[in-house]
């Protein structure tokens, strides 16, 4: 076969011919004035022709000159026109531009075709499922990565493993699916934000979480669709219908653009999370937990460093095998959350808290929603190890969901104190096990978790409220002795 055969044949592409291959050797010998042979032409013209070429859709970046790349064509959009500014005589007045969702194993990219090639696809020279060869130009779109295309071809011979369409359950959504439709129950719900495109206009984007039996996704929806987040309220049953997956810092994400929508519906949705027990978190993981408020602190506000004012709320969540400190950042401090309720949290980062406590973040990445009803505490054999919801849509608008399961060896939550807006909490007791009476002379020991009036004592499973005039500071480990009323102890002695 010779050098300049055996160099073209490890060519990476079949934009040329063997032949126009070979001449173009002889122009480049000739170019260089002799300073290569032919050998070494071949191989310079080899990597001229490889250097665009990328691994993978996921290593395509906006602001490449030029790039080559295979993938799956997922969905194919339709056929749009548009004026153009008339840069030139010869060039029309009116555009043609048609998207195509194209996807390999790593991700999903938006192809633009245009004029004649734009027309050949919408009259049905391309189909979904289709493996194209790409070469063109890629830029930041409205909705994230697009190629301009120059040039695609079909190649029947290569193979990429992803299905277009499909992801009927959310644990079935793969990366670059397109033409997504998927039902669950509204979770959580955020604000919409602003942002400038490069061209000027201003994008809207929302976000909501939705669940069902087989696990949750962020919803991510754009412009017009953003509007949804506003509208919907937790605990709907919804359809997100020709929705698209991407993926960020590691998480798939389902998105909503024009062609997509969320619809209510009148089905119930069942929702199982799959929540850790909190005694069995460690410190630098993510992960889900859920249990019952205990107590909840005031919202605090700080100024960050570039000057803009944050907030935090603190509240302590218990499941049956322990209890845990969530701090809830930004507009997560504004949810009403009180002693008693029932919450998950989901994708908390699990940090080293005050006194080498372990303390969970919920940040912007976080879920945080409040149940209602009956579902398993983790710990206590439940089903999955979490809580449950579900949610429906009735026929004049109104939703149904559901919660944590009372705890399975028969304690119940109970709110311990006459006042839980002052920092009281709530705590899990059996009341079967529960032998003490009012009026009888006890002795508590445990950690100060509020001071003032009352003081609050935690000794790792329950909380007393202690009426003392004595000074105590925040993790302060004491004893009280005094007569317990209506649930309160009247401290004699606290030392």
Aim: charged residues 35%; glycine residues 12%; hydrophobic residues 35%.
């Amino acid at each position: 076969m010779g050098a300049i055969g055996d160099i073209y044949a490890d060519l990476e592409t079949d934009e040329v011919s063997e032949e126009e291959f070979r001449e173009a050797v002889e122009e480049k010998v000739e170019q260089m004035g002799g300073l290569a042979d032919e050998e070494t032409a071949a191989m310079l013209l080899a990597h001229e022709l490889n250097e665009n070429e990328v691994n993978a859709v996921a290593d395509i970046e906006p602001g490449m000159n030029e790039v080559k790349f295979i993938a799956k064509v997922m969905s194919v959009g339709d056929l749009r026109t548009f004026e153009r500014d008339g840069d030139g005589e010869d060039e029309p007045d009116e555009g043609r531009v048609i998207n195509v969702e194209a996807a390999d194993e790593t991700g999903s990219v938006r192809l633009a075709f245009w004029d004649q090639e734009a027309e050949s696809i919408d009259e049905g020279q391309l189909d979904v499922g289709d493996v194209l060869r790409v070469a063109g130009r890629p830029k930041e779109g409205y909705n994230g990565l697009e190629v301009s295309v120059d040039k695609a071809e079909p190649d029947e011979d290569a193979t990429v493993d992803v299905e277009p369409g499909g992801g009927s359950t959310i644990d079935a959504l793969s990366m670059g699916q397109s033409d997504v439709d998927v039902r669950g129950v509204v979770l959580d719900t955020d604000s919409i934000r602003t942002f400038d495109r490069d061209d000027g206009s201003e994008g809207r984007v929302a976000n909501l979480t939705i669940g069902d039996e087989t696990g949750r996704v962020r919803v991510t929806l754009w412009d017009d669709r953003a509007d949804r987040a506003e509208e919907i309220d937790p605990g709907t049953a919804v359809e997100i219908v020709d929705g698209y997956v991407r993926e960020r810092e590691g998480s798939l994400e389902l998105h909503v653009g024009d062609h997509g929508a969320v619809d209510e519906i009148d089905e119930a949705v069942a929702f199982e999370p799959d929540a850790a027990a909190i005694e069995h978190v460690e410190i630098g993981e993510t992960v889900d937990i859920a249990g019952v408020v205990r107590s909840a602190d005031p919202k605090r506000t700080f100024d960050r460093d570039d000057g803009s004012e944050g907030q935090v709320r603190n509240v302590r969540i218990q499941d049956a095998t322990g209890d845990i400190r969530v701090a809830l950042w930004g507009e997560k401090a504004d949810k009403e959350i009180a002693p008693g309720d029932e919450i998950l949290a989901a994708d908390v980062e699990i940090d080293d808290g005050w006194q080498d406590d372990k303390e969970a973040s919920a940040g912007w990445q976080s879920t945080v929603v409040v149940l209602d009803g009956a579902a398993s505490a983790p710990g206590n054999g439940g089903a999955g190890g979490g809580g449950q919801a579900t949610g429906a849509t009735s026929a004049d608008g109104g939703s149904a969901s559901a919660g944590l399961d009372d705890f399975a060896d028969g304690g119940t939550a109970s709110a311990g104190l006459d006042d839980f807006a002052d920092g009281g909490t709530a705590t899990a007791t059996d009341e079967s096990d529960d032998e003490t009476t009012a009026g009888e002379t006890i002795e508590f020991t445990g950690t100060v978790v509020q001071t003032g009036d009352p003081v609050v004592l935690d000794d790792g499973e329950e909380t007393m409220s202690v009426e003392t005039a004595e000074r105590v500071q925040l993790g302060q480990e004491v004893t009280a002795r005094g007569t317990l009323r209506d649930d309160r102890l009247d401290a004699d002695d606290v030392f």
